[in-house]
């Protein structure tokens, strides 16, 4: 498969009455976007506000962060599933506003929702503090249900998302970028002595509004199964998620995976990228079994040499993760694994609730129980009292002056376990 | 060493002076013994009380031998 | 005012002497005395060395508290700001000396402390959890790393100042885990580490997994009297003449002797090839260290089954764990292939 990226840098948003592109600048046309949301009968209303790196302001609490995207050439449209229609995506050519994104708030969908500081120190735990953000607060009708709720809020990002992308498609790309993937056998004829390299994504899939979905198929009914690493460009994947903000993937991680876009970097120079595994993290015992055996299968299949393994989540997850792990490395696949530990706000504790001797390589996105204190903001974009509730917080957390003391797990992406940040911990 | 022939399904008694290395390397049955240079015996005595000494040091280890253990065990 | 510091270092290092020396009791003296002087060239002139604690590896180990008791008054009374212990490298009685003395003077002194050693110093996991360790090469000649590393971690717990992580710092690390941020992305550092896992090259993981490595205790031998002993030791027994030339530091073999034919060893017959203590008790007399003559007695005695005619030395002075582990595995093998059930071990 082959993938031309075409990246059109964004560097401000401004609101008027008019959606384009131009020199750089996204406009949007906020009562056609607000007309076009609204046509969900779960939503009440819709506000916009646009944030700048370096802006004393604070979002909270931020449900997923989306980045445009247009279809331009090729079979299919983003958000397949979803969005778009079905069709298979990652091919022809797709045009990015790159440096923003549509950040969605409003009241809390679950416990598990974060905060985005654009400056100061929660700033730097975010990758979502560099971007200019066009922020969404969503509020849902009195009475729906709470899935009913992610729902609409999910769809109303992932709708914005589309809405904006679209006005790039016409736009010429400051930067072309090409994706190219091999097939399993040509691959092999290709690039007869890299070693063959397999990517296993674990995708949140606890039910309970912790879902991802696939191709517009949750997650949790699947087995695990293969994709070319082009397709979650297109957004083959998409967060359905309110988990602990620091460790979800946001659907703006899926769409710009650093593992795939790492190891596509090293494709046909150190290693031949082979393909990636998608996998659940479910609730029950025979399906973490079930799964990690079959996701150690597909590995076999495709006669992978060694294996990326990253994480989503924390807790139960962990057993996921060992067990991809062992069963991995028993399978005599060599295998890196991609996690963030929860060792105690003093860092004195079991970083992990699964252990096992095999999982000898691991990379750590640091310690999420590491208490932050983050300053009053100038302005507080969506409900700040949330900060009391959402994991890890605490009553408390949000002091008298406006000021937040927590654990970092309430920062969106603070410790992902995609490895898309610096952040680390010995 | 001690753990690697332990695990060969050899019970193993360490007799060591410095004991607490022998309990961070992982040994079942420690026996604490005199000295660094000398661990079973000791110049200041004669040839007999050293005999003697060190008779007695091995009987703790005989001792060890014996004695089922289920944790790292230092025989005083 | 620069800030007040105390040195702690053996007899070797103050050139004092050698093994010989090891027996050095306690002596407090003015100033920097050996490699205290390079710590105080990384101070810059923030921090100098006003005193230096000198003692004996034997005597420290041999004598611990009083030792200790002894060691800690001459710092305390020197009123230091921060107190340096070391760098012992891989100098194991050294190692666990400088790690004694730094542990008493974090809590009984509540001075802030650094000491030095290398990873596989026993003295490390004795005391990395406990103190902040600097992890230095295997010999003195890491020294010029060592020094700046020690120095900068001595002045800003002096100050206290925030320490940063194990791997920013360059201690080893303790058990808690904190924080920084790396100069890769983790999935690049993941990359990285998977073709260097998939190359058989060293990569080191950034979450050590917990260590499960114990073994489970042997059976208890039930019927000594018709059971064989085998004899293995760490500390360098040898026939005389070393004929294998076994390394008196960081042995890249072990020893396997006859001794079917020996009563009891003798100076005459048997010496030691260690290099990590003083050998003239055991070159006097090799059963101070392999008891091959009390055994013998037993055996007449019928209390054991005899022993296996053959012993395994190797010199754990300086010896890679990696080495010790592989020469551990190799005499395992053999004993459970002659269907021996019991083997005693001896250390120096």
């Known amino acids: 498969m082959r993938l031309e990226l075409g990246e059109i840098h964004i560097s401000d948003i401004k609101l008027g009455d008019c959606s384009k592109v131009e020199n750089g600048t996204l406009y949007v046309n906020v009562e056609e976007l607000r007309a076009l949301l609204l046509e969900d009968e779960d939503l009440a209303s819709v506000d916009f506000e646009v944030v700048h790196p370096g802006e004393s302001v604070r979002i909270i609490p931020v449900k997923d962060v989306i980045e445009p995207r247009v279809k331009v050439e090729g079979s299919g449209g983003v958000f397949p599933g979803m969005i778009s229609k079905v069709t298979t995506v990652g091919s022809g050519k797709t045009h990015v506003l790159k440096g923003c994104a549509v950040v969605t708030t409003g009241k809390v969908v679950g416990f598990q929702e974060g905060i985005i500081d654009m400056t100061g120190p929660g700033a730097e735990y975010t990758p979502f503090s560099k971007l200019n953000n066009l922020v969404m607060i969503c509020e849902p009708k009195e009475g729906i249900k709470q899935h009913q709720h992610e729902h609409a809020i999910r769809m109303a990002g992932l709708k914005a998302a589309a809405y904006l992308g679209a006005l790039g498609k016409d736009v010429t790309p400051d930067e072309t970028k090409v994706y190219e993937t091999s097939g399993v056998m040509s691959g092999k004829e290709k690039y007869p002595d890299l070693p063959r390299v397999g ?228 | 060493m001690v753990k690697e022939i332990e695990r060969a399904g050899v019970t193993v008694v360490h007799m060591c002076t410095v004991t607490p290395i022998s309990m961070t390397v992982g040994a079942n049955r420690i026996v604490p013994t005199i000295a660094i240079p000398h661990p079973l015996g000791n110049p200041a005595l004669t040839h007999e009380e050293e005999f003697e000494l060190r008779y007695k040091l091995v009987e703790k280890a005989l001792k060890a031998f014996e004695t089922p253990v289920d944790d790292q065990t230092i025989f005083d | 005012m620069s800030l007040r510091v105390v040195h702690y270092i053996n007899q070797f290092f103050a050139q004092i002497g050698g093994e010989e020396k090891a027996d050095y009791a306690p002596e407090y003296r003015e100033g920097a005395v050996g490699p205290g002087l390079a710590l105080n060239a990384a101070f810059k002139g923030e921090a100098e060395v006003v005193g230096t604690v000198i003692c004996g590896d034997s005597y420290f180990n041999e004598n611990l508290d009083a030792a200790k008791a002894t060691v800690l008054k001459m710092i305390s009374d020197a009123k230091p700001d921060v107190v340096v212990c070391g760098p012992a490298f891989n100098a194991g009685r050294y190692g666990v000396a400088c790690g004694t003395v730094a542990a008493a003077v974090k809590d009984e002194l509540n001075l802030p402390v650094v000491t030095g050693m290398y990873e596989e110093n026993p003295g490390a996991d004795m005391f990395k959890n406990k103190v902040y360790i600097i992890a230095t090469k295997n010999s003195a000649a890491g020294m010029r790393d060592a020094a700046p590393k020690m120095a900068s971690l001595a002045i800003k717990l002096a100050k206290g100042e925030k320490i940063g992580a194990s791997a920013e710092e360059g201690y080893m690390p303790n058990g808690l885990r904190v924080n920084f941020f790396e100069a890769e992305r983790g999935s690049t550092r993941a990359v990285k580490m998977l073709l260097n896992k998939l190359a058989g090259k060293p990569y080191t993981t950034e979450f050590p997994m917990p260590s499960f490595d114990r073994v489970a205790p042997g059976a208890a031998i039930t019927d000594l009297a018709h059971t064989t002993i085998a004899l293995v030791t760490s500390g360098g027994i040898v026939p005389k003449g070393n004929p294998d030339h076994i390394e008196s530091s960081s042995a890249s073999k072990f020893g396997r002797y006859d001794i079917s034919s020996f009563e009891d060893l003798t100076a005459a017959d048997h010496e030691t090839a260690h290099g990590g203590y003083d050998p003239v008790y055991a070159n006097e007399d090799a059963d101070r260290v392999l008891p091959v003559d009390v055994l013998r007695k037993m055996e007449k005695e019928g209390k054991i089954g005899g022993i296996y005619p053959y012993f395994f030395t190797t010199v754990g002075n300086g010896t890679a764990v990696a080495s010790a582990k592989k020469y551990g595995e190799a005499i395992g093998k053999e004993l459970r292939d002659a269907g021996i059930k019991a083997a005693i071990l001896t250390s120096t």
């Not at chain 1, 309970?208 to 979905?213: A, G, I, P």
């Not at chain 1, 699947?222 to 993937?249: H, R």
């Not at chain 1, 530990?341 to 699964?354: C, F, I, K, T, V």
């Not at chain 1, 009391?388 to 000021?403: C, K, P, V």
């Open chain 1, 199 to 426: 990517y296993v994504l674990m995708l949140q899939s606890q039910g309970l509004l912790h879902d991802t979905y696939v191709y517009g198929v949750d997650m949790k009914k699947s087995m695990p199964t293969i994709l070319n690493p082009t397709e979650t460009m297109d957004g083959a994947i998409l967060s359905g998620n309110c988990v602990s903000a620091c460790d979800k993937n946001t659907t703006y991680h899926h769409l710009n995976n650093p593992v795939i876009h790492d190891l596509l970097e090293q494709h046909g120079k150190t290693l031949n990228f082979v393909g990636v595994i998608i996998t659940n993290e479910n609730v029950y015992l025979a399906d973490k079994e079930r799964s990690s055996d079959w996701s150690t299968k597909l590995a076999q299949f495709l006669e992978l040499d060694g294996a990326l393994v990253s994480q989503e989540g924390f807790g139960n997850p962990d057993t996921d993760l060992i067990m991809n792990c062992k069963k991995l490395e028993a399978a005599g696949i060599k295998t890196v694994i991609i996690t963030d530990e929860y060792a105690g706000r003093d860092g004195a504790s079991q970083s992990l609730a699964d252990a096992d001797p095999a999982a000898d390589a691991v990379v750590t996105g640091g310690n999420a129980n590491m208490v932050i204190h983050l300053p009053k903001m100038d302005k507080v974009i969506g409900h700040p009292e949330a900060a009391n509730i959402i994991a890890g917080g605490f009553d408390g957390a949000l002091e008298a002056d406006g000021s937040i003391t927590a654990e970092l797990q309430v920062i969106t992406g603070a410790t992902n376990e995609m490895g898309f940040n610096k952040l680390s911990a010995r």
